[in-house]
């Protein structure tokens, strides 16, 4: 660039946004930070962040958490910013920019990056209070603030992306909330109609009110000026406390316009591929404000950043052109993937779409096709799995036949396209435009052996984060490509497997996890005090092969103790207030009315929350430390033993009445579940395991969405296994059919002993199932065909964990040792935790959290609902 | 309960922040499990998480898990990464280094952290 010789060349940066600071870090990466002085005014009060992930302060990220700004990069680059000072005019004349607080600064080269404004329509009362954007953390703060103190319902003008995020976070304060979209859908610009539709049915199912096809007419307010509703174009009206205005953003380029640069007619300031404006060649334009020379303005962050690198190129003097970007999106909006990519729309001449649409699951996937097979776009709601691959191969003929490519994993034809079909000029991060050749560029040349190290490397996964999964997949893939041995050590402590350190256990009988750590642990971590991760893991292997190898079976003994699991080590669950909840066994979820009784009189006197579970028992919550061994040996005295809701192990059999009461049922699922559950109690596992019993095919057990599930035949027994309900759900596969009750228990046994097995940690028989190789089949070869020759062993095992099984929490309360840590303090064994409150909530308790925040509070205010009557 | 007395005798102290700098006797040493640990309470309310590693040392932190508000850093699992030991909150799991009270995990987060003797 042109400057004075002999004096510093000065670059001025109006707008501290997204795209400021990528602009800042490409000038940085071309060492223009050296050779120039570079001066930023930062119009909002705090430099630039996050804004793309803005909606996540109400999922409890704080404005420190967005931040974007390090202030050391800012420091070592000699960076000036000027946080909380906006530019107010330009001189080009003179090429001086003035700022709010009087400072005026020269400039060789302007860059104008001052993104957009929310356009608020210009309805009657837009102004009222109660009226807000969603464009700023202070917007946030302001919204947040308003709900808390006075709002019920909030309404959302706006149904796009923007709209539908901001609905969410009124929901999240909890109000009520409603979308008002003047489309006849969601999300107009990304989806296609019936997009909308799979899209709107969802969304209304997570009780949020949506009004398409309507415009917003008027504010309406009290005599105070306050809001109190809306007036809609069909004549009806809204009862609202607050309104947060999403309807589209508009480019800002009111400075630009008051010193004569060119703008379109719609907005933006007009510049060339270089990101020049076509009036000024010492000024530029980047991101939001600024209108592409492809006649577009980006409302993206994506394009923002190319604009960005390319401004900074040509002002380096390289060569870079921006000509136009994709507006390829990926969401998860409430939950619910939302994705599009490409040509979205099929706006290309004679291209045909492939539609799988299921609306009944809120499913919608369409690819668009070109004539000649390419794949040109695509829109997918509901589950967007595929979208990191998808959109690599647009501009290709992808590999498979598109239908395989859009219907679900499991129905006959669906593929699972993985990365390693893509080219090597595919990108699979578009925020910042890296392509697979450079992801595995990053593990070949320059010994990238993590994803992080990657992301570092390339900055691929480092935008809006969907291409973090694919990225995992390229890097796994290519470091295996290069003989590399990928570390799937269970932890920093091991370099073994889960499943190779239980057979190390096994073959050798170690039976303490100091000795395996000493002899079997990665160097370092030797003679070390292990970690989070491998402690649980190896106590579980422990007391699952307890009687085989010689250790206690009981899991508090020794330095069992110190292994497990903080709920485990008190045999509760912990809450969130450090009080625990209490969970009896309750076989098959069948009760008598005096074990009800027991139980109910147990909840008085100490004052807990009683609720029935999802799993047919019944959980009693709010029981401090000390309550525990008081509450437990009331529950042993009745005959109850512990239901090892905190542990990884059997939770419950649940069961439906079956052929004793019902009409339809054809055996006995009663007792069937009470067997299974008094077989497999105290087993300890990889992760939890869930059980049902049906009797007959309804299913009203939902047995089929169980780790192992049996439904009754007129011959006997199926058995399903695999199942999973949770944020994954899987139906469970079925392994064997007909059983008889003693062939259903020897199936079972092998089945549950050959995941403990060989399972990773945390791995429930769902993940398990799809990731060992051979799959369903090659577990059913295990344990029915008994191809591995190990059943008798597998049986073995079992039958000593039966044989060997007590009650955890009889023998805890007739061990005075163990009792003396049911205790608040150790130095005030009476004394409880003050910081374990509760308050009432329809005429039970429930934790009092204000006070988390607090910290402390005398121990005379704390509701007398825990202490015993 | 059966005691080796040459244990027994050992008491776990912590230096208060008082002016005077006071230490604070809080129990025997054999009430802290190796690899585990017991929550005590300080004369002006404060709650503290006393620790003992393997190797015998003692550590002591606030008790409260600065993410989650309730008082339970003291019912986490301890372990050691390269070489400097900490505690994992049983709320959220993040880790506290037992020796600056450190989150690991969040570098804008810290816990305070007492000096412990036995005596
Ligand atoms: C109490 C209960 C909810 C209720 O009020 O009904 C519950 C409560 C918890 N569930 Fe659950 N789940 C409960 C039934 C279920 C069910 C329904 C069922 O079992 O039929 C499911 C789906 C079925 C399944 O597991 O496949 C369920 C799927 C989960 C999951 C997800 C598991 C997954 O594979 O994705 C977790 C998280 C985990 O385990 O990692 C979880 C974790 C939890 C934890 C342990 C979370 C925690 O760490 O605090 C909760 C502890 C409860 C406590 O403190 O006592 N809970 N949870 C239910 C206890 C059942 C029981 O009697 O033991
Ligand atoms: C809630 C939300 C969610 C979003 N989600 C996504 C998403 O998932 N994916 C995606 O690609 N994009 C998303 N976006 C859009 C994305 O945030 C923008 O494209 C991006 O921030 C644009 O960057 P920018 O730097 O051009 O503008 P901004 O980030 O808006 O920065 C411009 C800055 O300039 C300042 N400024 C203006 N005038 C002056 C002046 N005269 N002097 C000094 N400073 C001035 C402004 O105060 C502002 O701080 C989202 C936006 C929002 C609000
Ligand atoms: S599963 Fe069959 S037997 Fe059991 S309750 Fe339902 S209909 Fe009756
Ligand atoms: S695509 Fe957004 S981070 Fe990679």
């Known amino acids: 660039m042109t400057a004075t010789p002999g004096a510093t060349p000065t670059i001025v940066l109006v707008g501290h946004g997204m795209v400021g600071q990528r602009f800042l870090e490409a000038l940085a990466e071309r060492g223009l930070t050296a050779t120039h002085r570079v001066v930023v005014l930062c119009e909002e009060p705090r430099p630039a962040y996050d804004r793309v992930q803005l909606t996540s302060y109400f999922s409890g990220k704080t404005p420190e958490d967005l931040s974007m700004t390090d202030m050391e990069f800012i420091k070592t680059h000699g960076i000036e910013l000027y946080v909380g000072d906006p530019a107010q005019t330009i001189d080009r004349e003179a090429r001086k920019v003035t700022a709010r607080s009087g400072l005026v600064v020269d400039y060789d080269v302007l860059v104008l990056a001052t993104g957009s404004y929310p356009f608020v329509p210009p309805v009657p009362n837009k102004d009222a209070e109660g009226c807000f954007v969603y464009r700023t953390i202070e917007d946030l703060l302001a919204i947040e603030a308003y709900a808390k103190a006075k709002a019920k319902v909030g309404a959302v003008v706006g149904g796009g992306l923007l709209g539908l995020e901001a609905a969410g976070a009124l929901k999240g304060l909890g109000l009520t909330s409603h979308i008002v979209e003047f489309a006849p859908r969601l999300m ?171 609306s009944r ?63 090597d000029d595919a990108i699979i991060c578009s925020c910042h435009n890296v392509s697979k050749g450079t992801i595995r560029g990053a593990v070949t040349d320059h010994q990238c052996t993590t994803v992080p190290e990657v992301k570092k490397c390339t900055k691929a996964g480092t935008g809006c984060g969907s291409c973090v999964k694919v990225l995992g997949q390229l890097v796994t893939a290519e470091l295996e490509a290069n003989g590399v041995v990928v570390d799937k050590g269970l932890c920093g402590c091991f370099s073994q497997t889960r499943e190779e350190l239980y057979e190390i256990v096994l073959a050798l009988r170690i039976n303490t996890y100091q000795d395996l750590l000493d002899r079997y642990g990665r160097d370092e971590a030797r003679g070390g005090d292990g970690c989070e991760i491998c402690k649980p893991a190896v106590g579980s292997i422990i007391a699952s092969l307890a009687p085989t190898i010689g250790a206690s079976g009981y899991v508090l003994d020794g330095e069992q103790a ?23 066994r309750i076989p098959g979820g069948e009760i008598t009315p005096e074990g009800l009784i027991v139980i109910g009189e147990i909840a008085r006197d100490f004052g807990l929350y009683t609720k029935i579970t999802g799993g047919q028992r019944i959980d009693m919550f709010g029981a401090r430390v000390e309550q525990l061994p008081l509450i437990w040996a009331r529950l042993v005295d009745a005959g109850f033993e512990s239901g090892h809701a905190y542990g990884k192990a059997l939770r419950t059999v649940k069961s439906c009445v079956g052929q004793t009461w019902c009409r339809y049922g054809v055996q006995d699922s009663v007792r069937m579940a009470i067997d299974l559950e008094l077989r497999y109690r105290g087993l300890r596992s990889p992760h939890k395991l869930k059980s049902a019993v049906s009797g007959c095919q309804r299913e009203c057990a939902e047995a089929q969405s169980k780790d192992f599930g049996v439904i009754a035949t007129a011959n006997g027994w199926n058995l399903y296994v695999g199942g999973n309900g949770g944020a994954t759900p899987r139906h469970a596969d079925l392994l064997a059919q007909d059983l008889s009750d003693a062939e259903l228990v020897r199936l079972i046994d092998r089945f549950l002993m050959f995941y403990i097995r060989t399972a990773d940690r945390l791995e429930r028989t769902s993940t398990w199932l799809e990731r060992i190789p051979g799959g369903l089949d090659h577990v059913r070869d295990v344990v029915v065909e008994d191809s591995l020759g190990i059943c008798e062993e597998l049986e073995s095992l079992m039958a000593a964990h039966v044989a060997n099984y007590a009650d955890e929490w009889a023998t805890t309360i007739n061990d005075p040792e163990k009792l003396a840590r049911f205790v608040s303090f150790v130095n005030a064994p009476d004394t409880p935790d003050p910081v374990v409150g509760f308050v009432p909530e329809r005429d039970q308790i429930k934790p009092d959290l204000p006070l988390l925040s607090i910290g402390m509070r005398p121990a005379e205010e704390v509701l007398e609902g825990s202490a015993q009557r | 309960m059966t005691l080796a007395p040459e244990t027994t005798d050992l008491k776990i102290q912590l230096r208060l922040d008082s002016p005077e700098g006071d230490w604070f006797t809080v129990c025997d040493l054999n009430r802290l499990v190796p690899g585990r640990g017991v929550a005590a309470l300080l004369p002006d309310g404060r709650q503290v998480a006393l620790f003992r590693d393997r190797k015998g040392e003692l550590y002591a932190i606030d008790n409260r898990d600065p993410f989650g508000g309730a008082a339970v850093l003291s019912r986490g699992l301890i372990g050691s990464h390269q070489g400097r030991p900490f505690v994992a909150s049983p709320l959220l799991k993040q880790r506290f280094d037992l020796l600056d009270g450190r989150c690991l995990d969040d570098e804008t987060v810290r816990v305070a952290t007492y000096e412990v003797r036995t005596a």
């Open chain 1, 361 to 423: 699951a809120g499913l919608y996937k369409k690819l668009v096709i070109g004539r000649d097979g390419t794949l040109l776009g695509g829109i997918l709601v509901g589950d967007a799995e595929a979208y990191g691959t998808l959109r690599a191969l647009t501009g290709s003929v992808p590999p498979v036949a598109p239908e395989s490519l859009v219907l679900p994993a499991g129905a006959g034809a669906g593929a699972q396209l993985g990365p390693s079909a893509l080219p």
């Open chain 1, 188 to 358: 107009p610009v990304q989806v296609d109609e019936g997009g909308g539709a799979a899209l709107l049915r969802t969304i209304e199912d997570m009780g949020l009110s949506v009004h398409t096809g309507v415009g917003t007419q008027e504010i309406v307010t009290d005599e105070s000026g306050a809001v109190t509703g809306m007036k809609l174009s069909d004549g009806s009206e809204l009862a609202t406390d607050m309104v947060v205005f999403s309807a589209g953003v508009r480019p800002r380029d009111q400075l630009a316009r008051d010193c004569g640069l060119a703008v379109g007619e719609r907005g933006g300031i007009t510049v060339d591929e270089q990101c020049r404006t076509v009036s000024d060649p010492h000024v530029f334009a980047i991101g939001e404000c600024a209108l592409a020379a492809d006649g577009r303005v980006y409302g993206l962050v994506a394009p923002g950043y190319e604009q960005a690198e390319t401004a900074a190129a040509t002002i380096a003097a390289d060569e870079a052109a921006f000509t136009g970007a994709d507006l390829s999106t990926k969401l998860k909006l409430l939950g619910v993937d939302v994705a599009s990519f490409g040509d979205a729309h099929g706006t290309a001449d004679g291209c045909l779409d492939v539609v799988y649409s299921d």
């Open chain 1, 562 to 584: 110190a292994l497990q699991d903080s709920n485990d080590h008190f045999l509760a669950n912990l809450q969130k207030n450090g009080s625990y909840s209490v969970v009896p």
